[in-house]
Antibody, heavy 119, light 110 residues
Framework: QVQLVQSGAEVKKPGASVKFSCTASGYTFTNYSISWVRQAPGQGLEWMGWISGYNDNTNYAQKLQGRVTMTTDRSTNTAYMELRSLRSDDTAVYYC????????????WGQGTLVTVSS | QSVLTQSPSVSAAPGQKVTISCSGSSSNIGNNYVSWYRHLPGTAPKLLIYDNNKRPSGIPDRFSGSKSGTSATLGISGLQTGDEADYYCVTWDTSLTDVVFGGGSKLTVL
């Protein structure tokens, strides 16, 4: 069965970076993309970007350009997302989700990773 | 502020039907497929509808989706208390070149 398993919770200081992992199993990693979506406390879901599992093409949300980098390791079927220059409003639960290579819908999701940004 | 507008809350009685609307523009809903998700905060969102009106395997036919012009609608019939959750519409915005989520609608089953 398809599973996406994410890394554990993190606490970071403002200005620091955080790197998330999302390990996929149960499907052919290169046939799909991985998107990252977050939810800040009391807010809705926000798309952050996607990366192709096939060729590492990326598409980042406009508001995060310059602060986010998504990568993959096809030897371990793992997607990574690094978010830099953390601010308090980056405190959120971060999800990875499997998408089509066109990225337009997300059929399986990871369990989420809580990141708290606090001094 | 999302470019997709959803009513913040909707409610209906058990057994009834509810519709959740998602309003956008020609740069998003008007020319792209819409998907819908159910989410309980702190848990993984769940895909309910993709490509405007298709249900993934395992999603009961109580859930339906439609699109007309620049609006999309999720319908849930035979409401159950277990349907209480936040519901989000999602599509691609050609002008923003971003995937966009609606603001979410909180469903209460009275």
């Amino acid at each position: 069965q398809v599973q996406l398993v994410q890394s554990g919770a993190e606490v970071k200081k403002p200005g620091a970076s955080v790197k998330f992992s999302c390990t996929a199993s149960g499907y052919t990693f290169t046939n799909y993309s991985i998107s990252w979506v977050r939810q800040a406390p009391g807010q809705g879901l926000e798309w952050m970007g996607w990366i192709s599992g096939y060729n590492d093409n990326t598409n980042y949300a406009q508001k995060l350009q310059g602060r986010v980098t998504m990568t993959t390791d096809r030897s371990t079927n793992t997607a990574y997302m690094e978010l830099r220059s953390l601010r308090s409003d980056d405190t959120a639960v971060y999800y990875c989700a499997r998408g089509t290579l066109g990225g337009l819908f997300f059929d399986y999701w990871g369990q989420g990773t809580l990141v708290t940004v606090s001094s | 502020q999302s470019v997709l507008t959803q009513s913040p809350s909707v409610s209906a009685a058990p057994g009834q039907k509810v519709t959740i609307s998602c309003s956008g523009s020609s740069s998003n809903i008007g020319n792209n497929y819409v998907s819908w998700y159910r989410h309980l905060p702190g848990t993984a969102p769940k895909l309910l509808i993709y490509d405007n009106n298709k249900r993934p395997s395992g999603i009961p036919d109580r859930f339906s989706g439609s699109k007309s012009g620049t609006s999309a609608t999720l319908g849930i019939s035979g409401l159950q208390t277990g349907d209480e959750a936040d519901y989000y519409c999602v599509t691609w915005d050609t002008s923003l070149t971003d995937v966009v989520f609606g603001g979410g609608s909180k469903l209460t089953v009275l």
